[in-house]
């Protein structure tokens, strides 16, 4: 039987201009002024959604980023207004930078598997030589992606957004420093919770000039942890680290033949892995906040999600 799951929504709100289906997320534009942004329990991996949906994922995402943004407001101000709904935050509709800021204080996931295949800079970051997978950098890195609408996103460098006047120097130095102070705060966070935040990616807009950090932030999405209590130990042994992320889902799916490239068939997912992913989810939602998932029920949930919207938004 399948499980249930949030796959996709199709409202029509009142001033609603536009609808936008990203990889997980289905985005309305109120107005011009207004976001309602819905996350979906799509999952996808090697910029690919996967065919099955895992349920609460898209809860825990939305409220992991919402207990992120709320925490890190002071550093820089950001897109969120009102969480409506276990799946829903509404905010401010910003003029998007074409650029994710990937912060990495961890030689794991694409920046190992450069450095294992020979690479020694990544977007510009001289790496030393000697490491191993999962060591920790001398210092964390910024590797900038341009930020492509379908397909993959593309390594990109400091010098090169210099060059191509995707952004100015006092822009990009500003959000620079920004992306610093708030992966700083994230691993503050996660230490207190024995999480290491290993990596994870920024993104920010722009509204009326100012920077606003953007889209999620610190979800088993975006980001990776690892356990602090047995980081050394297993580093010490060279074994696998014990891991909050989505990086078992592309373990497992290279390990059924699947990296994204072409030709390639994304292998079926039963209902005991989906069951697992779902308790990966809610295992770091725990280890975050310190309270059990509250599972919503599934039951009219796209009634119930559009009446909790539109409740909202008669109020904004």
Not at 85 to 114: M, Q
Not at 117 to 138: F, I, M, Q, T, W
Not at 266 to 273: E, L, N, R, S, V
Request: charged fraction near 25%.
């Amino acid at each position: 039987m399948a499980l249930n799951a949030l796959t996709s929504t199709n409202y029509n709100f009142k001033n609603q201009t536009q609808f936008y289906r990203g990889k997980v997320r289905d985005v309305y534009t109120i107005g011009s002024d207004l976001l309602v942004i819905v996350a979906c329990d799509r999952i996808s991996a090697f910029d690919h959604v996967l065919p099955r949906s895992i349920p609460h994922k898209g809860q825990v995402l939305n409220a992991i980023a919402g207990f992120f943004l709320d925490r890190t407001a002071d550093i820089v101000q950001n897109w969120k207004i009102s969480t409506p709904d276990p799946h829903v935050t509404i905010g401010h509709r910003c003029e998007a930078l074409p650029i994710e800021f990937v912060v990495r204080n961890y030689l794991t996931g694409h920046a190992w598997r450069v450095y294992n295949a020979g690479g020694r800079v990544l977007c510009g970051n001289e790496l030393p030589d000697g490491l191993k997978e999962n060591d920790r950098l001398p210092k964390p890195i910024i590797t900038p992606a341009t930020k492509a609408m379908s397909g993959h996103d593309e390594d990109t460098s400091y010098n090169e957004i210099l060059e191509k006047g995707i952004l100015t120097k006092e822009r990009l130095d500003e959000l620079c420093e920004i992306t610093f102070k708030l992966f700083e705060r994230g691993t503050e966070i996660a230490a207190e919770k024995g999480l290491i935040l290993v990596d994870t990616k920024y993104e920010f807009g722009i509204k009326d000039d100012k920077v606003m950090l953007i889209d999620e932030i610190h979800t088993p999405d975006s980001s990776r942890f690892f356990y602090a209590d047995t980081y050394s130990e297993l580093q010490s042994k060279g074994q696998p680290q014990r891991q909050l992320s989505k990086e078992f889902v592309r373990e497992w799916l290279m390990a059924n033949g699947f990296q994204g490239l072409d030709g390639q068939v994304i292998p079926t997912m039963d209902d005991a892995f989906v069951n697992s992913i779902t308790e990966r989810y809610e295992e770091l939602y725990k280890a975050m906040t310190g309270n059990a998932l509250q599972r919503r029920s599934y039951d009219n949930v796209i009634e119930e999600i559009e009446n909790n919207i539109n409740q909202t938004l008669e109020k904004l």
